[in-house]
């Protein structure tokens, strides 16, 4: 059974941080690309960040450029989102995804993602 399985998520002040992880199961993790994605309430769903485990090739919106970090353990099939100087617009579901032999710059292609995670909330107040 194929499982993605975000945490980490929660409240936090402006200015803020927090380590979001997606652990996965079920299949080949190093075949695929990870990303993570956000929807807040009333807008569509979009790309933040994202990491192919074939080569390690990293890619983020530029909203988060420079504040965000991804990072993957394949000894533990585990994906990292490290988020510091978080603002409140930052504030949205994030989810994890993954796409079969991806590059990470397909990260905002939502769609095309063969399987999601359930979602963590991420509430940053001013």
């Known amino acids: 059974e194929v499982q993605l399985v975000e945490s980490g998520g929660g409240l936090v002040q402006a200015g803020g941080s927090l380590r979001l992880s997606c652990k996965a199961s079920g299949f080949t993790f190093d075949d695929y690309m990870i990303g993570w994605l956000r929807q807040a309430p009333w807008k569509e769903r979009e790309g933040v960040s994202s990491?192919?485990?074939?080569?390690?090739?990293?890619y983020y919106a530029t909203s988060v450029e420079g504040r965000f970090t991804i990072s993957s353990d394949n000894a533990k099939n585990t994906v990292y989102l490290q988020m510091n100087s978080l603002k409140p617009e930052d504030t949205a579901v994030y989810y994890c995804?993954?796409?079969?032999?991806?590059?990470?710059?397909?990260?905002?292609?939502?769609?095309?993602?063969?399987?999601w995670g359930q979602g963590t909330q991420v509430t940053v107040s001013s």
């Open positions: 995804a993954a796409r079969k032999d991806a590059p990470a710059q397909a990260m905002g292609v939502i769609d095309d993602y063969d399987f």
């Open positions: 990491i192919s485990n074939s080569d390690g090739s990293t």
